[in-house]
């Protein structure tokens, strides 16, 4: 519509990835009433923009000025129709920043660029392509165009972390993005503690650390505990951190002493653990978890489902995330739902080796 559509309070997020459906769930980590309204684009109601800059999935988030067709006269037309807010006419420079989500609208950004941003010189601002004080982003997919001031963006720095680039490396760590999008949901930031049951070499306690959370790790091998360590005291050295050798169907914590759990079940093999297999390991993982957190995300190469769900969580949203050809992961977002007053729960030892 010429002028465009400009809802107040209304944010535009431009998401990251293949799945907007997944980033979506990880940007309600941080925003409210978000929704895909195109390939890789979003909006949201309310955005916390400290949480926002922490995604993994979101690229970045527009205070919005308007939401149009696909044209650039019609992002020039919300551009001059708009009252601007976020910024006073004239009080700072600008610069326009446009682009194709996916290449998946026919639009030329130079274009929108030149245009939007004559329209911007007209209300008396001035142009700095190189150090501007406020950004103007144009985003076009399908047949739909966000236009706002760049309100947050997120930190991009995940390939500063790459597996193999780790004091301690094994094949099959997680990558750092990934990682950091499940620690998000499953409760990541400032003040909370989140805790993985099956830590390996520490890719998901690294990001939840670097996330503002405390962390505490358990695995049943001494070579990953000591490794995991190495490989936090690098990344996020002045995190609260604890790693701990220990049994995930048998943790070592107090109930509800974390605020959320987030692991990576074994794919497709015998647990290491000799007296579990497979199925009793995550079984008694999942019922661990739902003791000590209320919120949890599982990660697996299968659906773990009716076992989530007899362990005392419900499974609020369910992913299948394709790796490669031959793996989908299967990302469960769990909430708790069982009385933790239940009779014959098993008494715990309080938190320990506090580092």
């Not at 362990?311 to 790796?323: I, K, L, Q, S, Y």
Request: some cysteine; glycine content about 10%; proline content about 5%.
């Amino acid at each position: 519509m010429p002028g465009g559509d400009s809802p107040s309070d209304v944010y535009g997020l431009e998401l990251a990835g293949e799945e907007d459906a997944f980033a979506a769930r990880e940007a309600a980590t941080a925003a409210g009433g978000v929704r895909v309204v195109a390939t890789g684009l979003a909006l949201a109601d309310g955005v916390d923009r400290t949480a926002a800059r922490r995604l993994a999935y979101t690229r970045s988030v527009l205070d919005l000025l308007g939401r149009t067709d696909a044209d650039p006269r019609s992002a020039r037309a919300v551009v001059a129709a708009s009252d601007l807010r976020g910024v006073r006419p004239a009080s700072g420079s600008v610069a326009v920043r446009a682009r194709v989500v996916r290449d998946s609208a026919p639009v030329s950004t130079a274009e929108t660029e030149r245009r939007c941003g004559a329209a911007l010189v007209d209300r008396g601002f001035s142009v700095d392509l190189d150090d501007p004080e406020h950004v103007l982003r144009v985003l076009f997919a399908d047949d739909t165009c966000l236009v706002g001031w760049v309100a947050a963006e997120s930190v991009r720095d995940f390939g500063t972390r790459k597996p193999t680039d780790r004091p301690f490396f094994q094949p099959g760590s997680m990558d750092p993005m990934d990682a950091r999008a499940y620690a998000n949901l499953a409760g990541a930031g400032a003040g909370r503690r989140l805790l993985d049951p099956m830590c390996g070499t520490g890719g998901t306690l690294i990001e939840a650390g670097l996330a503002g959370s405390d962390v505490v790790g358990v695995d049943a091998q001494a070579k990953m505990v000591r490794g995991s360590r190495e490989n936090l005291g690098r990344y996020v050295p002045d995190a609260d951190r604890a790693v701990l050798r220990g049994d995930a169907t048998a943790l070592p914590l107090r109930d509800d002493s974390v605020d959320g759990v987030v692991f990576d079940a074994p794919y497709g093999r015998q647990s290491k653990i000799a007296r579990h297999d497979l199925s009793d390991l995550v079984a008694g993982a999942l019922s661990e978890a739902a003791r000590v957190a209320p919120r949890g995300v599982l990660v697996a190469d299968r659906s773990w489902r009716d076992a989530a769900v007899s362990a005392g969580w419900r499974v609020t949203d369910a992913f299948e995330r394709r790796v490669h050809r031959s793996l989908v992961r299967h990302v469960h977002v769990l909430e708790r739902v069982r009385d933790r007053s239940e009779p014959g729960r098993r008494p715990t030892q309080p938190l320990s080796n506090r580092r």
